[in-house]
């Protein structure tokens, strides 16, 4: 009786062994490289879906600013202003500079 039961015991530690050795070196490299190869592919889904809503958002940016551009005689008359300012602190520092008040 013991030696059919040590039998049984050998048998199916050797049958474990045989299943974990063709797991680890056969079944478990086939599921890294399936599954590698599916993360890839959703990766570069996401990164294409990402990428469109991103390039859709920022030509809606870029329009959305054009349209909201000050008109041509807001620019103009703000250009003048500036220039008109710039003219004043450049007089105003040159004559500090010579001493003239």
């Known amino acids: 009786m013991t030696t059919i039961l040590l039998t049984a ?4 530690a050797i049958t474990l062994f045989v299943v974990a050795l063709w797991g680890h ?6 599921l890294k490289s399936g599954l590698k190869r599916e993360l890839d ?16 958002a920022v030509k809606r940016g870029i ?3 054009v349209r909201n551009l000050p008109t041509r005689e807001m620019l103009e008359e703000t250009s003048r202003s500036l220039a008109r300012s710039s003219t004043e602190l450049v007089g105003e520092r040159l004559s500090k500079f010579f001493g003239k008040k």
Do not use: H, M, T, W
């Not at 015991?9 to 199916?12: F, G, K, R």
């Open 41 to 56: 592919e959703e990766a570069r889904k996401a990164a294409d879906l990402i990428a469109a809503s991103v390039e859709e």
């Open 63 to 65: 329009n959305e600013g």
């Open 9 to 12: 015991v050998i048998s199916s």
């Open 25 to 30: 070196f056969y079944l478990q490299p086939r």
